[in-house]
Structure formats: C-alpha cells, structure tokens
C-alpha cells in the first residue's frame, strides 16, 4: 500500500518549520506526533521515523514527522531537547489542522525527544498518550554508575578483552584512569546550581506524574542509555510506584541497539506501538 504523503508547512513564532504528515483514507480521531530527538531531522537513523510514520499509516493510524526550528529544513535558531514546548504546541496545532477529526494526539519519541515529550505532555490536553523510547534521563552520577554496572562488568565476561589483554592489545592504564574518573562522578555531590534548577530525572517524573494519559515505555536491552533509566527506576521509589501505575505499560528488546537499528527490530517497535493504541 502506498503512501501519499504531504508535506507541511507551518508557523512557530517568527519561524517557519516543516514537517511530514503520513495520511489516511478514512476517519482518524487519534494521530502520532513523532518526536525527532537528538542533532538530527525527521527521516530519523536509518530512516526509522518515516518508516514507522508509513506502517502506522498503514494500519489507520496518522502520522506525523517535523523538524524544531534550527533543525533539518526549519528555520530559527538550533534549541536544546528541554526548550521545544513551543515547537511540539505549533507542531500539533498543525496536524490537528490536517487532519479533521483528529481529536488527540500521541507523542511518540526517542532518547531526548521522549525526554522532551514527558515534560511536555501534561500541559497539553490534547496529548493522550507518550511513547517512550530509550528515554534520556542523563546525569553525570548517573552515566558513570551504569557505565561501571554495565559497560565494564560486560567486558570481564567478554573473551575478546581478555584476549585483547593477553596479547598487550589493550590501554589497560587508560581504561583504569576511566574506571577511577567513572567512580568519583559516580559519587560526587551535585553542585549548588544543579540542585536548585532540579535534575533531569526529577523533571522528568514530575512531567509523567502529572500526565493524565497512557504510557508505552520500551527499552533497548543492549543500551546504555536504556539501562540508565531503568538501573535509575528500579532504585528510586517514586519512579517504581509511577512506573507501575495502570497508566503504564513497558516493553523491552533485550539485544536491540539505542536506535532498533535491524529491520526486526524496528518492526516490533512498530508492532507494538499500533497495538498499544489500539488497546485503549
């Protein structure tokens, strides 16, 4: 089935931004807002965002993909993932406006952008539903305790290191000034203008509490940052209540990269994202 896809053009302020709305035949009452996270546009790493765009489109469900200002072919100056609020409103205005009928949208995102769309989505009734992958949930403790839980424990059950190590292949005074530089971030205390402007984590939490909608989490099992939120979860208590709240569901792919890089992958995501809308 093909797709006869539209392009958008729309104002956010002074700037006009561009973007791409993956269409249906019939009725569609609730739409997907894909999220573009990280220095890049809506095609997504290895065109994941208009392919999921087109399968989701598919199966009955509008699509819609753009680009932040400073960002793909949107004009304004480039923004950090935590000061879009007004691209994402000016992003759903405009597919609510191609779309009529559309009466609420789901935002759907990746690392950052699923950051982004967490502390967004509570200030927008028309947001029902978040899906988050990979969320980024980054602090610099954060980062050295799950590369240390992780990236290096992994490594002394990997033959090739000790191989490596064996045969004087390895930087082992390098990788032992990492592991020390690892342990002093993951234990230091956060600075006075970090504690007053609140952490990531903790934005992030308030922005789902809040949220009066349904959330899909999926996680990439052979992730770093996907192990972080969940290593960071998993050991704070108010996330494990929010977490296993009915408004939540969460899925993981134990072997899949940061960016569900293999076709199968990709599908399942896929899979799973129009199965859960359709759940509700």
Avoid at 78 to 88: E, K, N, Q, Y
Avoid at 149 to 170: A, E, I, P, S, T
Avoid at 218 to 238: M, V, W, Y
Wanted: with cysteine.
């Amino acid at each position: 089935m093909t797709i006869d896809e539209q392009a958008l053009t729309f104002s956010c302020g002074d700037d006009c931004l561009y973007g791409i709305l993956s269409p249906v035949a019939g009725p569609c009452a609730r739409g997907v807002l894909i999220v573009v996270g990280g220095p890049q546009y809506r095609v997504g790493s290895n065109r994941q965002f208009t392919l999921l765009a087109r399968s989701l489109a598919r199966q009955g469900i509008a699509a819609m993909r753009f680009d932040y200002r400073g960002m793909g072919d949107s004009q304004g100056e480039p923004r950090t993932f935590d000061s879009v609020d007004d691209d994402l409103r000016a992003a759903i205005d405009a597919f609510m406006l191609a779309v009529p009928g559309m009466r609420e949208v789901v935002l759907w995102g990746l690392c950052d952008a699923a950051s982004a769309a967490t502390m967004y989505a509570a200030s927008d009734p028309r947001v029902s539903g978040l899906v988050l992958l990979n969320p980024w949930v980054r602090t610099a403790d954060g980062l050295a305790k799950t590369t240390l839980r992780h990236y290096y424990r992994d490594r002394l059950f990997d033959h090739v290191f000790w191989r490596q190590l064996l045969r004087g292949q390895l930087d082992y005074r390098r990788s032992l000034k990492s592991i020390v530089k690892l342990t002093r971030d993951a234990f230091a205390v956060p600075s006075a203008e970090q504690a007053s402007k609140g952490n990531l984590p903790d934005r992030m939490h308030t922005g789902m509490r809040e949220f009066q909608g349904r959330v899909l989490i999926i996680i990439s099992g052979a992730d770093l940052t996907g192990r972080e939120f969940c290593d960071l979860t998993a050991a704070t208590d108010k996330w494990k209540r929010l977490l296993d709240s009915p408004k939540v569901l969460q899925r993981r792919l134990d072997k899949a990269d940061h960016t569900f890089s293999r076709r199968a992958w990709r599908d399942e995501v896929a899979q799973w994202t129009s199965s859960w809308l359709r759940s509700w």
